[in-house]
């Protein structure tokens, strides 16, 4: 495939025979960008030479977790190994990888985290101060930015600028360790999906008004909780799935949930296979479930504001004997 | 003598607060409406009292206390004179302090148009409203009409205010049909957020200490101090709503929304005025829980109707106004029944809530289908009653008066920055 057209039509055509699998599904998802972002870089290169520096190009987001759905918006950074200089080249690296996947059907990041802006595209030096500054500043968009950027993988290039920038991050809430407790606040809210009495809270108003937002009420507590116990274990792996393996031994408890997020992949997929565009794969209209199917939802957001309870008093109860 | 003065003096003051609350009324709908209709809807209210007083004056009283019939009375028009007779109240007190109420029932009506109408339809509604509609329900049920005879108990308006100027807002939003861009292809519909909640809520506070006067005065008399009476049951019923709103909209939506909290104390007072003379404090709670409740759930069932009611006064004013009239017929006191019977929870079996029941029925009907005929009428012969689209979108204080509310708010294209 040659060109962002040819990319699009394939997707389009192969995706109804991925999209009911979550792990081939992500494959599939990586294979599309990974051939969008080397089509971006030969256009690049042939307008403004080869890279300056070293680089790696890398996913955030669920893109970055390995849990998207059949639509997913883009969320990327780049990190290179040389002076300021090489800047202009890798933004305009960016823009240009920007552009390809919003030709191949990925929607721009409503909150621009993507290479093409310089806060995501930076040298690795610039990249460890930026870093450092988040976390020791410590305001609730700095730590957003910080939980945002931790859930990363490298897709192309240097796999190690991504780790070293991680292991600077672990050094810091080491010495530091009452940032747990900003991080764990900062994403203590959690959008309500059960009422008072036991029932559904769906959208109420707009073209979503009837359906559940699943990504906030649903998926964030337990990629929240994740995340959380990942950081204090230094975990750098940034899929839920593979945070489940790795802090089991460590943490217990979070096997119980473990199951439920499986099942919840699947619950999504099952459910919004057909989904149109990024809004749609995050709203299942109430009106389409099961009195059965609605009882599982209601029990996988259970279960993750339990998960999420349970971490958060975790960390909190660890973290505040080390002040 | 000094006993009778002080009557008047009390129905007096009633009127001024009675009046201050379309003070309440334009805070309430302008708050709870866009930032572009602002001046408008404040300055309709202001000229359309001043068409209703007019009216009022001219016929509004002949129709509804004038000698006549069971229907409609036809004498004292042009009322007014300085007579006295020395017992209850002066004619002009009398007068002032009915007046009131029928500005107040043409201010709900014009909730139902909102954001959309032509100031034309407005001026000529006001006239007619004020001519035919609302003096006919009220001499029906306050100027010895066939309703009275029945004993149909209204202690201050929940059937005669409310309920008639909610069933017009009812028949004009359904005609001039939703606000552009309230509901989508796909039937579901957008939230159209008011410019200003504090508005919002101090014309809820406005209005709610009117009511002390909408509902104290309306004991027309000093006389065993029993103002005081109905208005702790307004006072009750009032916060009995509006706590119950918010608690209802929170367990129903996880949000306990401001507006429905507001639209639950006017829930209150609305469920309040048919009853506030006739029932004990503890009814009054549990009417004001139950307009509350009520309240939430109308204002639901209206917006999946696609029935645009962007101040609420169908489900405030009509629904809940319904719920006031018919909780007399379960809590009335025997011995505050000064017309009609006990309620069905005081032995008095369902006579009274029957009648309540009928005077509901007959005058929102009544009410509706003149309202809507009027306005149909209206629409063909004005060639519409709403404005275009264009003039909606640029938004009515500039469309229908020519400035804004707002006006250093509003971008101008002639609006230049820096040097």
């Known amino acids: 495939m040659n060109s962002y057209d040819e990319i699009q039509q394939f997707r389009h055509q192969q995706m109804t025979k991925v999209s009911n699998n979550h792990e081939r599904l992500n494959h599939f998802h990586d294979q599309i960008i990974d051939n969008t972002v080397k089509i971006a870089m030969d256009k690049v290169e042939g307008e403004w030479g080869i890279p300056p520096a070293p680089f790696a190009f890398f996913l955030m987001g669920s893109a970055g977790r390995f849990e998207q759905s059949v639509w997913s918006d883009q969320d990327h950074g780049i990190i290179f190994d040389g002076s300021d200089d090489c800047q202009a080249y890798f933004l305009r690296l960016g823009s240009e990888i920007t552009n390809g996947l919003t030709k191949v059907g990925y929607e721009l990041c409503d909150g621009n985290v993507m290479a093409s802006n310089s806060i995501w595209c930076q040298s690795i030096e610039r990249w460890e101060i930026q870093v450092e500054r988040w976390l020791l500043e410590a305001k609730w968009d700095s730590l957003r930015h910080f939980l945002t950027f931790f859930d990363s993988r490298v897709l192309i290039g240097e796999t190690t600028f991504l780790d070293q920038l991680k292991n600077t991050a672990f050094s810091i809430l080491q010495e530091k360790p009452h940032l747990y407790i900003r991080l764990v606040e900062n994403v203590s809210f959690v959008k309500k999906g059960i009422g008072a009495f036991g029932q559904l809270l769906p959208e109420l108003k707009g073209e979503h008004s009837g359906s559940i937002q699943l990504k906030q009420t649903t998926f964030f507590p337990y990629v929240n909780a994740l995340r959380l116990l990942a950081l204090k274990d230094k975990i750098v792996k940034p899929s839920t799935l593979s945070r489940f393996g790795e802090l089991s031994d460590n943490y217990p408890f979070i096997k119980r949930y473990e199951e439920d997020f499986k099942r919840l992949l699947d619950f999504r997929l099952y459910f919004r296979r057909d989904a149109k565009s990024y809004e749609e794969v995050h709203h299942i209209p109430v009106s389409a479930l099961t009195k059965g199917e609605k009882q599982e939802l209601k029990e996988f957001m259970k279960k993750g504001y339990k998960l999420f309870s349970e971490t958060k008093t975790i960390v909190e109860k660890e973290c505040s004997t080390w002040l | ?419």
């Open chain 2, 1 to 419: 003598m000094e006993i009778v003065l002080m009557d008047n003096l009390w129905v007096i003051i009633g009127t001024f607060l009675v009046l201050l609350m379309l003070g309440g009324f334009i805070l309430l709908e302008a708050g709870s409406t866009r930032m572009k209709n602002a001046g408008h809807i404040a300055g309709k209210t202001i000229f359309t009292a001043g068409i209703g007083s007019l009216v009022f004056w001219a016929v509004g009283y002949g129709f509804i206390y004038g000698d006549g019939n069971w229907f409609i009375g036809m004498s004292n028009f042009f009322y007014g004179d300085s007579s006295f007779s020395g017992e209850g109240l002066s004619p002009a007190v009398d007068f002032m302090f009915q007046m009131m109420f029928a500005l107040i029932s043409l201010t709900i009506a014009f909730g139902g148009f909102a954001e959309r109408a032509k100031l034309s339809a407005y001026v000529i509604f006001a006239l007619l409203f004020s001519a035919v509609i609302y003096p006919v329900v009220a001499h029906w049920i306050w100027g010895g009409g066939w309703l009275a005879d029945h004993g149909k108990q209204d202690f201050a308006g929940s059937t005669v205010v409310h309920l008639t100027g909610a069933m017009a807002a009812l028949a004009a939003t359904i005609i001039l049909k939703p606000r552009i861009g309230k509901y989508n292809k796909d039937g579901s519909s957008n939230e159209i957020a008011g410019h200003n909640q504090v508005f919002t809520a101090l014309g809820v506070l406005l209005l709610w200490v009117g009511w002390f006067g909408f509902n104290g005065a309306s004991t027309f008399e000093v006389a065993d101090a029993f103002f005081g009476f109905a208005i702790l049951n307004t006072q009750l019923a009032a916060a009995a709503g509006a706590v119950a709103a918010m608690f209802v909209a929170w367990a129903l939506t996880g949000k306990a929304d401001v507006p429905t909290t507001l639209n639950g104390a006017l829930a209150g007072l609305v469920a309040i005025t048919a009853p506030a003379g006739f029932v004990d404090p503890w009814a009054a709670v549990v009417i004001g829980i139950i307009g509350g409740i009520i309240v939430v759930f109308s204002m639901k069932m209206f917006d999946k109707a696609k029935i645009d009611d962007p101040i609420f006064a169908l489900s405030v004013h009509g629904v809940v106004g319904v719920w006031g009239t018919l909780a007399n017929g379960l809590f009335t006191v025997p011995e505050y029944a000064f017309v009609g019977q006990a309620g069905l929870f005081y032995g008095g079996g369902f006579t009274q809530l029957g009648v309540q029941a009928m005077g509901v029925v007959t005058s929102g009907l009544y009410a509706f289908v003149v309202a809507f005929v009027i306005l149909k009428i209206m629409d063909k012969v004005m060639g519409g009653i709403r404005v275009t689209e264009e003039e909606e979108i640029i938004g009515l204080d500039l469309s229908e008066h020519g400035g804004y509310g707002y006006p250093e708010n509003i971008p101008h294209p002639s609006d230049k920055s820096g040097a």
